[in-house]
């Protein structure tokens, strides 16, 4: 071979290595994608709403009377018995003490009505004589008239006075009563503070079985009558309450079923939708929007043994059921993008992404009922970028 051979056969050479690293360089590289595969499986729409625990049945105990509240004989948390644990005491307000000038008038009050009562005595005294004095009367008269002595004129006269002595014998005995009365009330205005602590306190008993909640102040103060001492509920008696926006409470049905989670256990518990308010409340979010607000009440349906540890005012989540089925076609809601007035997934059809159109129906938060377009075991592009058409080599990014 002559060195011009040797010369152009180099060139050639050369020349599809070139063309060959051409090739390779400008060649479209396989697209990097999340693939995820259409099941068929049990699927549920929900309401998420943040609530809040509370006793269904929560019990005042409320001052009887004005006076000062003793320390509180019991501590929150502790366990108290209808009618048999004493929960609270109230001491009655004392008298005031009395300065010289004020207990000299008193003084002289008692004495003015020790006298009135005397004279009440008295006068009943001298109704008591009257009387008999005309009874005596009436019997001689009517005796008398019996004879053929007296005239019935007479008689008449004796039993009129008759009656009026003895209306006159009752008003002084109720004469008598009052002035009793007066005399009381005097001699009560000089009773003075005994000092004699708790003894005359008032004793309220737990109205219900329960657990003590809150105690208003555990030390010792002034209270008035209907002035709250403390709360009792039973903590194996709790319902939960959620605030659901208007628009999602709308269809809602009592008995409808509820998922209780991030309540601080495992598994998540399993309530039941009992009462929902017939009228919504506007309510500022936390990020300043007004939005509708119905108020939502469960009951916990789960044993009682699965969430011994909520107690009243604690925090959970919810997710109300409003669709559920238990064989459904879906596919995850992160492949699916609108193409015009359609919606579309990239399917993979042994690695090229093939754009196809779904009919959809319900969804969640994680996946979407699949009506048409699709089957079970599909192979689908999670989050599609806009790398991605139909078309387009792709590559699982896991196998990377």
Same mark, same amino acid.
């Given at each position: 071979?002559?060195?011009?051979?040797?010369?152009?056969?180099?060139?050639?050479?050369?020349?599809?290595?070139?063309?060959?690293?051409?090739?390779?360089?400008?060649?479209?590289?396989?697209?990097?994608?999340?693939?995820?595969?259409?099941?068929?499986?049990?699927?549920?729409?929900?309401?998420?709403?943040?609530?809040?625990?509370?006793?269904?049945?929560?019990?005042?105990?409320?001052?009887?009377?004005?006076?000062?509240?003793?320390?509180?004989?019991?501590?929150?948390?502790?366990?108290?018995?209808?009618?048999?644990?004493?929960?609270?005491?109230?001491?009655?307000?004392?008298?005031?003490?009395?300065? =010289?000038?004020?207990?000299?008038?008193?003084?002289?009050?008692?004495?003015?009505?020790?006298?009135?009562?005397?004279?009440?005595?008295?006068?009943?005294?001298?109704?008591?004589?009257?009387?008999?004095?005309?009874?005596?009367?009436?019997?001689?008269?009517?005796?008398? #008239?019996?004879? !053929?002595?007296?005239?019935?004129?007479?008689?008449?006269?004796?039993?009129?006075?008759?009656?009026?002595?003895?209306?006159?014998?009752?008003?002084?005995?109720?004469?008598?009563?009052?002035? !009793?009365?007066?005399?009381?009330?005097?001699?009560?205005?000089?009773?003075?503070?005994?000092?004699?602590?708790?003894?005359?306190?008032?004793?309220?008993?737990?109205?219900?079985?329960?657990?003590?909640?809150?105690?208003?102040? #555990?030390?010792?103060?002034?209270?008035?009558?209907?002035?709250?001492?403390?709360?009792?509920?039973?903590?194996?008696?709790?319902?939960?309450?959620?605030?659901?926006?208007?628009?999602?409470?709308?269809?809602?049905?009592?008995?409808?079923?509820?998922?209780?989670?991030?309540?601080?256990?495992?598994?998540?518990?399993?309530?039941?939708?009992?009462?929902?308010?017939?009228?919504?409340?506007?309510?500022?979010?936390?990020?300043?929007?007004?939005?509708?607000?119905?108020?939502?009440?469960?009951?916990?349906?789960?044993?009682?043994?699965?969430?011994?540890?909520?107690?009243?005012?604690?925090?959970?989540?919810?997710?109300?059921?409003?669709?559920?089925?238990?064989?459904?076609?879906?596919?995850?809601?992160?492949?699916?993008?609108?193409?015009?007035?359609?919606?579309?997934?990239?399917?993979?059809?042994?690695?090229? =992404?093939?754009?196809?159109?779904?009919?959809?129906?319900?969804?969640?938060?994680?996946?979407?009922?699949?009506?048409?377009?699709?089957?079970?075991? =599909?192979?689908?592009?999670?989050?599609?970028?806009?790398?991605?058409?139909?078309?387009?080599?792709?590559?699982?990014?896991?196998?990377?």
């Amino acid at each position: 071979m002559t060195s011009r051979s040797r010369k152009s056969l180099l060139f050639l050479i050369v020349t599809a290595l070139v063309g060959a690293l051409a090739i390779i360089a400008f060649r479209p590289h396989p697209v990097a994608v999340d693939l995820t595969t259409v099941t068929r499986g049990p699927m549920e729409v929900t309401i998420n709403a943040d609530g809040k625990t509370r006793i269904r049945h929560l019990f005042e105990v409320s001052a009887p009377i004005s006076g000062t509240a003793l320390r509180s004989p019991v501590a929150e948390g502790d366990t108290v018995v209808a009618g048999d644990t004493v929960v609270a005491m109230v001491k009655p307000v004392a008298p005031s003490l009395l300065d =010289a000038r004020t207990k000299v008038q008193l003084e002289a009050a008692v004495r003015e009505a020790e006298a009135a009562a005397r004279l009440a005595e008295a006068q009943r005294r001298q109704a008591d004589e009257e009387l008999a004095y005309a009874q005596r009367e009436f019997d001689r008269t009517q005796e008398l #008239v019996e004879r !053929g002595v007296s005239s019935l004129t007479a008689l008449e006269n004796a039993q009129q006075v008759l009656k009026l002595r003895r209306a006159a014998l009752e008003a002084t005995a109720s004469n008598v009563d009052m002035a !009793g009365s007066s005399l009381a009330r005097a001699q009560a205005a000089l009773i003075e503070p005994t000092g004699n602590g708790a003894a005359d306190a008032v004793e309220i008993p737990a109205t219900t079985t329960g657990t003590v909640l809150s105690v208003t102040q #555990v030390s010792e103060h002034a209270v008035a009558v209907g002035t709250p001492l403390l709360s009792i509920g039973d903590l194996g008696d709790l319902e939960i309450e959620a605030e659901l926006l208007s628009s999602d409470s709308v269809g809602l049905n009592v008995g409808a079923r509820a998922h209780v989670e991030r309540w601080g256990g495992q598994p998540p518990l399993e309530a039941v939708l009992t009462r929902l308010a017939p009228r919504a409340d506007t309510k500022v979010s936390s990020l300043g929007i007004e939005e509708q607000r119905v108020s939502a009440v469960f009951d916990i349906t789960s044993p009682r043994q699965t969430w011994g540890g909520l107690g009243h005012q604690y925090a959970v989540f919810l997710r109300v059921v409003t669709w559920e089925s238990d064989d459904v076609l879906q596919a995850p809601l992160s492949a699916l993008f609108r193409d015009g007035a359609a919606w579309a997934v990239f399917v993979d059809d042994n690695g090229t =992404a093939r754009l196809t159109h779904v009919e959809t129906g319900h969804r969640n938060d994680d996946v979407v009922e699949v009506k048409s377009g699709l089957e079970a075991g =599909a192979v689908v592009i999670a989050h599609p970028s806009d790398a991605v058409d139909d078309g387009v080599a792709i590559i699982d990014r896991n196998s990377l």
